[in-house]
Structures are given as structure tokens and as C-alpha cells.
């Protein structure tokens, strides 16, 4: 079974920071691309960004300035360094990995369960 866990959320003031984590644990034989989503409240979920195992970034436009993506293989965690954050980008974060469990596993994805950020004053 594998597992995302994320953390970091939180409360913060526009102009704020914060670093979200996600680490994929269970049973992974190997992680490919892993991301980050987000969805505020009555909107569809969204890309935020993505890093795959060759450390390729893709950013949403609207957060391209503001957020840094990045993992650590041997942790199996993925970040999401926001910075410069605004009111909206309050939204619930979602961690996304795209993991192989065996080494005949084709690849699946999973997700975390979430983690809110509200920024505000």
C-alpha cells in the first residue's frame, strides 16, 4: 500500500511563505513524476507543478514567480517552496506521485489527502 503524506500548510499573510512536503511511503519499487495540484473552494482542481525523476519543472503560469518545486529521491519526498503568497492561492494542496510498486508495475497515481493553505490578513 502506498501512502502520501503531506505537510506545511497553514495560515499566512499575504506577502508570507510557506514549504509544503509530501513524502510516498509503502511498498515502491520506483517513483516517476511527482506535482503538486491545488483546489480552492467552488473552483476544479488546478496544477500548481511538476518535477519528474530527471528534475524537469512545469509551473502554472498564475505561480511560475512565486513557487519552487523540488524533490529528494532518496526521501521520496516532493516540496513546494511558495513564496510572495496572495489571497488567492488559498486553496486545499494536493501531493501527487506517479509510483511503481513492483518492478513489473506499470505506473499509477496516487494522491495525498490534502493540505490547507489560506492566506490572510
Known amino acids: 500500500q502506498v501512502q502520501l503524506v503531506e505537510s506545511g500548510g497553514g495560515l499566512v499573510q499575504p506577502g508570507g511563505s510557506l514549504r509544503l512536503s509530501c513524502a510516498a511511503s509503502?511498498?515502491?519499487?520506483?517513483?516517476?513524476?511527482m506535482g503538486w495540484y491545488r483546489q480552492a473552494p467552488g473552483k476544479q482542481r488546478e496544477l500548481v507543478a511538476t518535477?519528474?525523476?530527471?528534475?524537469?519543472?512545469n509551473y502554472a503560469e498564475s505561480v511560475k514567480a512565486r513557487l519552487l518545486i523540488s524533490r529528494d529521491m532518496a526521501k521520496k519526498t516532493v516540496y513546494l517552496q511558495m513564496s510572495s503568497l496572495q489571497p488567492e492561492d488559498t486553496a486545499v494542496y494536493y501531493c501527487?506521485?506517479?509510483?511503481?510498486?513492483?518492478?513489473?508495475?506499470?505506473?499509477?497515481?496516487?494522491w495525498g489527502q490534502g493540505t490547507q493553505v489560506t492566506v490572510s490578513s
Open positions: 501527487t506521485a506517479n509510483i511503481r510498486e513492483r518492478s513489473f508495475s506499470r505506473g499509477t497515481d496516487y
Open positions: 509503502g511498498t515502491i519499487f520506483s517513483i516517476n513524476a
Open positions: 518535477i519528474t525523476t530527471g528534475g524537469s519543472t
